[in-house]
Every structure is written in C-alpha cells, then in structure tokens.
C-alpha cells in the first residue's frame, strides 16, 4: 500500500510498532451501529422463518376461520408508520439543540406506538371473542398471532426503550451527546416499522 | 532474533493466581471470558465423549444391554445437542473472543459486557439441557433427558409422543444458548469492523480476523432460524399451536427445513473458525507468508454465501421434486470449489517452506489429510441418488464425524497447542502432545474409517442393538476400540493441559517466532492488552518488525 516514508522510519524505535507516515485520521464506523445493524439482520432472519411458516400455511387449515376475518388496520399502521417520522424530527431536534421539541416529538413518537399497540389489543379481542379465531382454533390462527405477536413483542420492546428515553429526558439528562446513542435506538424503531410494511402486506392484502 | 529487546509491552502484571471466584464471575475482560469458555466447552466435552463411548459401548456387539433403548436414545440427543452447542461452539467462541482483540491490536471486544452476558446465557444454556435429567418431571427430582434426537423431528416433538417437560428443557437450552450465540456473534462483528488498530485497513487483517466475522455473520444468519423454529416449537408445545401438527394440516417437512437451514450453515459456522487457526499455524511453522491471501478471503466469504443455500441435501429422502433435488445437490457440490481452493493454499504456503512439525503443525496436517477425505465422501452424499441408498446409514455418520473431528477437532487441538504458551504463559510437554496426536490419529481412523463400512453394508444409525450375522459385528467391534483409543488420547491432552500450567517451562513473548500482533504482548497478556496501541502497515507486522530491512510493507 501507500503508506511508506521515511519520516516514520526514523520514529519507529524497538520500543514501538512501526508509525504510520501521516498522522492522516483513522476513523472505524461506530460499533453501536454496527452492532444494531448485526442485530437487525438476526432479527430479520427470525422474521424470515414466520413469515415462510405464515405463507406456506395460507389456507391449509382444516377448519374454522380464514384470513376474510381480518379487516386491514389501516388508521394504526398510518400511525405506525409516521412514528418514524416524528423519531427522526426528535433527534433531528436534539441535533439542533432544541431540547424541549425533542421532548414533545419523542412523546409524539411514543404515543403513536401505543396507539398501535393498543388498537392491536382491540382488534384481537374481536378476533377471539366475536370471531372465536385464538392460538390454538386452527393453522390461520396460530401462524397469524405468531406472526403479528412477535412483531407487537418488538414494538413493546421499542416502547419501553423509548419510554426510557423519556424518562431521563424528563429529568433533562439527555443532552446532544446522546445523539449518536438515540440514533442507533431510531435504527430498531425503523426497521420495526419496515417489517410491519411486510408483514401487513402478506396478511392483509396478499393474504387476504 | 533477540526477542528480549523487542518487547513491546510492559513486563508482565502481576496476574494473580489469587484471584478469587468473584473476579471470574464477574469479569467483562474478553481474555477471561475466552478462558471460561473454553473451559466450559472441554467440561462439556468430557460429558458428551462419556456419552458416545457409552453408545460404542452398547454396540460393541449384537445384542448387547447395557443401556435400555429409551437411554439410548436419550444418550444419542444428548451427545448431539452438547457436542454441537455446548462443546463445539463455546470451543470456538472461546478462541474467537481470546484472540480477536489481540490480533487486531484492540483491548478489548467493541461491548465487553454484553460478551458477558453472552457467555453466561450459553453456560446457562448449557445447564438447562442437563437439569431436564433431574427435572424432566417437575421438581420431583425424577427427570429424564430429551429423547428426540438432537434434530427433535416433528411429530416426536408432538406433546403426546414427548410427555413431560425433558424436550422443552432442550428447546428453552437452545434458545436461551441461542440468544448468547446471536449476541456473541454481533459484538465479534462489531469489534472486528469497529477497533481495529491504526493502519489495519480491511484488507492488511489477519485472516482469523476475517474468518471470525465470516463465521459470526453465519452464526446469525444460522441461529436465528433455529430461534425462530424453537419459537414456534414452544406455541405448539404449550399454547396448542399447529406449526408442526400433522393432524391439524400441519407440515412435519416444514420443521425439517428450519432445522437444516440452520443445520447446515451450522457445519460451516464451526469449520471457519477451524479455517481460520489453520490459516495462522501452516504460515509460521512453515516460515512463510500465506499463499494467496484475497483469495483465500474470498474463498471464506463465497463458502458462508453458499452454505447458506445448501440445506435441503439433508432430505433428499423424503420425498422432494426433481427440480429442488437438483438444485440442492448443484449448490452442494458448487461449495467444494472454494473449499479446494483453500486446500491448495495451504498446501502452497507449505511448499517449499521450512516445516517444522510441531504439534500445532502436526494437527494441522491431520486436519488437511482428514477434511479432505470428509469433503470427498461429502460430495459422495450431494449426488441424491447416492444418498438414497446411504441415507440415514452409518456412513453417513461417518461422514460427519469425518468433518466434525477429524477437521474441527484436529484444527483447534492444533489452535490449542499454538496459542496455550500465549494463553498460560508456559509451554506444553511437547511429549505428551505428540502422544495425543498419534493416539488421537490411531483411535479417530480406527473409529470412523471403519464406520463407512457398515453404513455400505445397511446398518442404519440411530439403532440400539442389532442382529447378529449381517457381518456388522466385527466392524463395530473395532470402532469401540477406536473409542477407547480416543478416550486415552483425550486423557493423555487434559493431563498435558492441567500438568504444564504448573510445571511447563516458561513460553516468553514470542515462542513460535511468529508476525501477529498477540506475539508482541506479554504471555499471559495483561489486561489491557497492550501498553500503547500498536500501528500496522502490513498484514504481518512482527515480521515488518523483526527484518526492518525487508518488510512486508514493501510488497504488499
């Protein structure tokens, strides 16, 4: 490579590895992103297996309800969706300096989240009590709790992270230096509405 | 060269023996965390041999009962599940975590904590398959272990074939280990990408490093699947899910494939690594520089993509179409060509080197002999035809422990010997590592050489007892003296491992004369690694070192 010189020769002493000519920047992408971006591929893959399991069981159950149950929630996955729009006004906020819109745009962030997540709640209670479809009643019922569970599992896990997050910011620890550590969080937060994108698609469009 | 003038590092820290449990328990230094992990694995190694020399035991000849059938069955799970997750992986892990830092000039892994963490769920994990002995039941104290097989086949998984709890305590030990898999495997990929030293571009790493990210991007890519299918196993088992129920238009076909889309990266997952001590052994004890080192990256990475769509040449017997059948046995056999490729770079950084035949070499040199053989009988079974007929026999047991052994085991027994004077700080008896090597060669080829035989002649595997007179019998007989055989050279390495950590000369920096950053540390290393953080300017930068009137940096 190109790094060679003799200035750095003359540093190099036993004592010491070798130096690099230029004191040019060494720079390494940052683990947390690294890290979270790992995470999301394993998740990803987890997400792969029930979404097969969901798709090759389509109407092979033998009796009981079917997918023309469902109607689309379409006013929770609108706000679904447009959480990830207000998290990256939140940290885009933070960035700016502007605590207090950061603080309103992340409650913001997490009311809409639990709007879905409540509205969720709803609309399972239906399943199980008008339309008798639980866990156990047939194939639909168990590859589709399954599937949207372990997506609702994700979303609660990003709620109480962001919940977290709101709490020290309610005590004004959250300062433009958490900027980087919000960002990775965001990460989660967008691939957990990415999935819903998928995941809504196949059970209540294709699917249905 | 005066190695004593080239320290790199402080003299050594005070690293006590003293060191209480508490310190170990509750260490974040990855160095430790590598230890434990190694010690867990050859715990765990001894539980899982006892169990197969109890099966070779039971089948030295026909009819024999020493154990019930339903123990039987239950020995062959358990030797799998610990073999695989608690032997194999940790084993690998374990090395992973030690060297990684060390090799890229780091002083510690990118989240020490949550190393941490991982390393305790697997032990827990761990620990969980082995409770359902005493658990099984509920907290009677009268347990039994799993006995489905470690591939738990659906509908054997079925709450009325597996009464009881022993085969939810081997789904909860493989997700819980899962999970710690998952995460260990995120933070290699972050340390290797996020703390690499000064001047250690992508392309100047050490090949362990890129076969470490290689293998823990796999390892995701592998485990999660298992997860998932583990997941699913659970709403069956508990919440009267359907995934796996037959009778409710459940596929027991479906459980197949997740297992295997995990199961066969899985292969790949623990060959890696192996790849990856061999690529730092064969080098320095053959004094040279690794022949062809981008194609040996790109080699390692088409390998992890290939393996990846492979699976399904576990089930070639059950029935697939022409079409999936075809594809399964291409990519299959597509593997072998990166495979070879690297074959023939280790033999080409061999040739015309100065060998020394050391022990890490000479496993090393097992390993070679041996994967290749385990590849050849490998692309024997891609051919679908073939396996129709060799399917679910002992040669196909042979074959897999071929590789299992014969190339995972030789390669990190070899990975043991190179890197104990790093780790202890002392030499092994090079005596006593000659004798496991001999004994291990005797006793591995007396087993598994003669396995492929009664796998040709029928026998299938998975049996308890067979009939005599089907010319099984002698075939058996010397596989269980094989056993024997390995379970001497087993002892002869634990001896070797626990008399030199007291009485073994003392290893100095740089015993092997070798070019990666942990040789420029002290033996123990301390805890923070190195004193200053080194720069790199070529892919051996204790050679750049050592010949500061040739080095690597010129030519690379």
């Not at chain 2, 001590?277 to 990256?297: D, H, L, N, T, W």
């Not at chain 2, 385990?374 to 035809?385: D, K, Q, S």
Request: charged content about 10%.
């Amino acid at each position: 490579m190109t790094r060679t010189g003799s200035a750095s020769e003359k540093e190099s002493t036993v004592e010491t590895m070798p130096r690099t000519t230029d004191d040019a920047p060494w720079t390494l992408p940052s683990a947390g992103k690294v890290g979270m971006f790992a995470l999301i591929g394993a998740e990803s893959a987890i997400f792969v297996i029930f979404i097969t399991a969901y798709t090759f069981y389509l109407g092979k159950s033998v009796s009981g309800p079917t997918p023309e149950i469902l109607s689309p929630p379409i006013f929770l996955s609108a706000c679904l969706l447009s959480s990830s729009a207000t998290l990256e006004a939140s940290i885009g906020n933070l960035k700016r300096g502007n605590t207090r819109a950061f603080a309103i745009l992340w409650l913001a962030t997490l009311a809409l989240g639990a709007i879905f997540l409540v509205g969720t709640g709803f609309e399972w209670r239906h399943l199980i009590v008008d339309e008798g479809l639980t866990i156990s009643t047939n194939l639909f019922g168990t590859t589709y709790y399954s599937l949207v569970g372990l997506h609702g599992f994700h979303v609660t896990v990003g709620l109480l992270l962001m919940a977290l997050v709101a709490v020290f910011a309610g005590l004004g620890k959250v300062t433009r230096d958490h900027e980087s550590k919000l960002e990775v969080l965001s990460l989660y937060w967008h691939f957990v509405d990415i999935v819903w994108v998928v995941v809504f698609t196949l059970v209540y469009v294709v699917g249905r | 060269m005066a190695m004593q003038s080239m320290t790199l590092s402080r003299p050594p820290v005070a690293r006590s023996r003293t060191d209480g449990l508490y310190e170990w328990v509750t260490t974040v230094d990855h160095k430790r965390i590598g230890v434990m992990y190694v010690l867990l694995a050859l715990g765990f190694l001894v539980i899982g041999g006892l169990e197969a020399a109890a099966m070779r035991l039971q089948l030295i000849r026909p009819h024999a009962d020493y154990v019930s059938p339903r123990v039987f069955n239950q020995i062959m799970t358990m030797h799998g599940t610990t073999m695989i997750f608690f032997v194999a992986m940790p084993l690998l892990f374990g090395f992973i975590n030690y060297l990684v830092p060390l090799m890229i000039g780091a002083r510690d892994m990118a989240f020490p904590r949550l190393n941490a963490f991982s390393f305790w769920l697997t032990a827990f994990g761990g620990l969980l398959l082995y409770y359902s002995v005493i658990g099984g039941y509920g907290l009677y104290g009268d347990g039994n272990a799993p006995e489905v097989g470690w591939w738990a086949y659906a509908p054997l998984t079925a709450r009325a074939f597996s009464r009881g709890h022993s085969s939810d305590y081997w789904t909860l030990s493989l997700l819980v280990s899962g999970f710690g898999t998952i995460l260990t495997s995120i933070n290699i990929i972050a340390s290797v990408l996020c703390t690499r030293c000064r001047g250690m571009t992508l392309g100047k790493m050490p090949l362990f490093a890129w076969m470490s990210a290689t293998m823990a991007v796999l390892a995701i890519l592998a485990i999660a699947p298992l997860t998932a299918a583990q997941m699913m196993l659970m709403v069956d088992r508990y919440l009267g899910g359907h995934f796996f129920d037959t009778q409710a238009g459940g596929s027991a076909v479906l459980w197949m494939h997740f297992f295997w889309i995990f199961g066969h990266p899985e292969v790949y997952v623990l060959i890696v690594p192996t790849f990856a001590f061999v690529s730092e052994i064969i080098p320095v004890f053959s004094r040279k520089a690794m022949f062809g080192y981008p194609i040996m990256v790109a080699a390692t990475v088409t390998i992890a993509f290939i393996s990846l769509s492979v699976w399904a040449h576990h089930m070639f017997t059950v029935g697939m179409s022409a079409s999936s059948t075809t594809f399964f046995m291409i990519t299959t056999m597509a593997i072998s060509v990166p495979t070879g490729i690297k074959i023939f770079n280790w033999l080409a950084t061999m040739w015309g080197g100065k060998i020394s035949f050391k022990a890490p070499m000479l496993f090393c040199i097992g390993f070679l002999l041996q994967f290749l053989v385990a590849g050849l009988t490998g692309v024997m079974l891609a051919t679908a035809p073939l396996t129709w007929q060799l399917g679910n026999s002992y040669f196909v047991v042979a074959h897999f422990h071929y590789v299992i052994l014969g190339g995972i085991f030789f390669g990190t027994f070899g990975g043991f010997y190179y890197w104990y004077p790093k780790v202890v700080g002392r030499m092994y008896s090079g005596t006593l590592a000659r004798w496991h090597f001999w004994l291990f060669v005797i006793g591995f080829h007396l087993t598994f050489d003669f396995m492929h035989i009664p796998g040709f002649l029928g026998m299938p595997r998975r049996i308890y007892t067979y009939e005599p007179g089907r010319g099984w019998d002698v075939w058996n007989f010397i596989v269980a003296i094989g056993a024997a055989v390995q379970i001497v050279a087993t002892a002869v390495f634990i001896l070797n491992v626990l008399w030199s950590a007291r009485r073994g000369p003392l290893a100095g920096n740089d015993p092997w004369d070798a070019w990666t950053l942990e040789w420029s540390t002290t033996s123990p290393p301390p805890a923070y690694n190195f004193a200053t953080l080194p720069t790199v300017k070529s892919r051996r930068p204790l050679w750049d070192l050592k010949h500061p009137e040739d080095p690597d940096w010129k030519y690379e």
